[in-house]
Structures are given as structure tokens and as C-alpha cells.
């Protein structure tokens, strides 16, 4: 299994809501990532899970709450959203922490807030 | 300061033209690595090639080469005879030994190939 998967495709979502998007591996890579990506942007780092620790949080608001139960799953869970958050989220993973990994990304969630 | 330059924000080529994407990146870490995605309509973005800083022989990959020049900091990728396929947002990406698995992502070129 070389693939990240990634669910719901879609998500429409108002402003009190509470949702969670779910990421995927079977790969045994170690590291795993959220990316926001606004269209016609590139990804932007939002999380960084290291061997089931989070390494980097780029300031990231609150309202967005990553968690990995364990070395395969990945979890985004939402909360109040604003409008302009409304954005593909990718998860990606990688075989270890180095640089010279390559990011394998899922499918994405496209995100809509109303 | 942007660390990866992709300078071309949209392209369009007819059918089986040959097409160049151009990524310039600055570095001042001596060991780095450089990445090339598709990202296609559906929104995946697929690995094409990882080059480190310490190999700079060309590629080729099928319809698919890159050009690796340390003197320019440049790490071009070049679509031989396009197809309608090749139709993407491509991304050139840089990682850093100092900072790790943090990637730095140009701002993408659209490719859009016409048949």
C-alpha cells in the first residue's frame, strides 16, 4: 500500500460546527503532515507529527486541533471556523524526520465554511 | 525572504511542444534538497524527483528531464513533447539539512497544455 488517504473529499461546514478530517498511511512512514492549500497557493505547513509527537505547530489558531492516535492515523479536528478557512487541507507523510525524505501527499479534503 | 522562485505563474503550450519550468532557490546550507510535484486538477500532489545538493548530473525520466545548476541555483524541469496530461500546477520544493523535513514550496507554475 503506497498511498495516503484522506477522508471526507468534501466538507461543507458552518461556523459553529464541530468536524474532523482523517488522514491515512500504511506505508510505516514515521512523520506526518497538515497542509492548508488556498487556491492558485502553495501548501502551507500547518503540522508536523514526528513518531506520534507533534514537532511543529506553525502557529496555527486553536481552532484547528491536530491528534495521531497512533503511527498510521492523523486527525484534524475543527471547531468554529471562519469563513476564510474554507481551503483544500492535505495530509502528507514521510519516511523519517531528515530532509532528504520526499512528502507523499493524500487526495486533500476540500473545505467549505459558510 | 522566498526561498524558492518560480517565476513563470502560467504557461500554455500546443501538443507535443517541448516546455521548460524554471525553480531558482537561495540556500546558504552547503547540504539541501531540491523536489519537483504535479499537482493535478484532483488535487494530489504526485513526487516527480528529489535531487541533492551534491549531485548535480542531469535526469531523465521518460518525457521528463531536469537540469541541476549549482552556479545558478537553478533546477529546471523540462516536459518533452507535452500532452494534454501534462496539465497541472507544478511545484518546485526546497528542504535544508538545518531545518529538517520542512519544506519550502515555490508559488507553483500552472501548465496548461492545449490539444
Known amino acids: 500500500d503506497t498511498e495516503v488517504t484522506q477522508t471526507p473529499k468534501h466538507l461543507v461546514m458552518g461556523m459553529t460546527n464541530k468536524k474532523s478530517l482523517k488522514c491515512e498511511q500504511h506505508?510505516?512512514?514515521?512523520?506526518m503532515y497538515w497542509y492548508k492549500q488556498k487556491a492558485k497557493k502553495p501548501p502551507e505547513l500547518m503540522f508536523v507529527?514526528?513518531?506520534?509527537?507533534?514537532?511543529i505547530n506553525e502557529s496555527v489558531p486553536s481552532r484547528f486541533s491536530p491528534e495521531c492516535p497512533n503511527s498510521s492515523l492523523l486527525n484534524l479536528h475543527l471547531h468554529a471556523l471562519q469563513p476564510e478557512d474554507s481551503a483544500l487541507y492535505l495530509c502528507?507523510?514521510?519516511?523519517?524526520?531528515?530532509?532528504?525524505?520526499?512528502?507523499?501527499f493524500g487526495p486533500g479534503t476540500r473545505l467549505t465554511v459558510l | 525572504a522566498q526561498k524558492v522562485t518560480q517565476a513563470q505563474t502560467e504557461i500554455s503550450v500546443v501538443e507535443k511542444e517541448d516546455v521548460t519550468l524554471d525553480c531558482v532557490y537561495e540556500?546558504?546550507?552547503?547540504?539541501?534538497?531540491l523536489f519537483w510535484y504535479k499537482q493535478p486538477p484532483s488535487g494530489e500532489l504526485v513526487f516527480l524527483i528529489r535531487?541533492?545538493?551534491?549531485?548535480?548530473q542531469n535526469e531523465i525520466s521518460g518525457r521528463y528531464s531536469w537540469n541541476f545548476q549549482k552556479s545558478t541555483s537553478s533546477f529546471n524541469f523540462t516536459i518533452t513533447a507535452s500532452q494534454v496530461v501534462d496539465s497541472a500546477v507544478y511545484f518546485c520544493?526546497?528542504?535544508?539539512?538545518?531545518?529538517?523535513?520542512?519544506?519550502?514550496f515555490g508559488t507553483g507554475t500552472s501548465l496548461t497544455v492545449i490539444p
Open positions: 502528507a507523510s514521510s519516511p523519517g524526520t531528515s530532509s532528504y525524505n520526499e512528502q507523499f
Open positions: 506505508m510505516g512512514h514515521r512523520a
Open positions: 507529527y514526528s513518531y506520534e509527537k507533534l514537532s
Open positions: 540556500t546558504r546550507d552547503t547540504t539541501y534538497y
Open positions: 535531487r541533492n545538493s551534491f549531485d548535480e
Open positions: 520544493a526546497l528542504s535544508e539539512m538545518n531545518t529538517g523535513n520542512q519544506f519550502y
